[in-house]
């Protein structure tokens, strides 16, 4: 928001600032009498604000673009500048909500995770039929549940190999008492016990690093599926709106031959006056 920003910037900041806040605080979305409030306390303009409306689309347009890009704290910071001055638009706050959630999957921040559903809230309070929030809300759980059955899966793992240690050491003890081997077989049963716990470690370390791409790439499927549902939407929305055009010229086009019907009829009519 440039040109904005070079004529008050720091009124304008204060202003996103401060609805942003309200935003990530509570369950709904700001009333217009709070957006007054804020508007009338940080003394912003009626130009102002007409021209930061508009620029809200802007923001939304680069958001986009970060989005692709996997640049989730400018794609972030765009939608929440782009909000404060349009924050009842459900489909930027949809935006919104998958940019924290990208963001969560690489570095896991309970902040992020909080933001996601007070804003998924919000979405249900403006729309609470709104269908993209509750697939939205059904990812970050199965994401949630993913990170925890990995953790649970390495931690099992570091148990089996303790548990194979320990007893591999227990008979290798059981085995020297019982035959009292002398000290060159000792040394050979020893590394063969070093040399299979190195295995054990290696290959839970391999299985680990294996389930969580696969964790990874189930992800990564969904949300290409998402991402080629948003597609289609978008692209049935404009198939719809182009039928729209086609419907309101085919009346304009009956209207028209309705009229020149009747012209017709009256030229008629007058022919046949003419004639009698």
Known sequence: MEDIKNASDNTIEDYIQRVTELCQSGRKIPSPEELQKIVSEVG?????????????????????????LRHWDDAINELEEGLAFDPYNIQMIHFLISSYLGRWRESHNPEDEQKIRKRIRQCLEIKPDDEESLQLLGKLTQSVKNRQLIHLSAGLFGILSIGTIIGLFTLNNISLNLFHNPDEQIENVEQSLRNEIRQLNSTNINRTEQLS???????????????????????????QNDNQVLLQNNDNLNKRLEIIEQQLQEQNLSSEKLSE
Not at 44 to 68: D, H, V, W
Not at 214 to 239: A, H, P, V, W
């Open 44 to 68: 912003i303009s009626p130009e102002e604000i007409c021209l930061a409306q508009t620029q809200s689309q802007a923001n939304f347009s680069r958001a986009k673009g970060y989005f692709g």
């Open 213 to 239: 791409q696969q964790m990874r790439n189930k992800e990564n499927t969904i949300n290409g599926f998402y991402s080629r549902i948003r597609e289609l939407e978008q692209k049935n929305q404009t198939l």
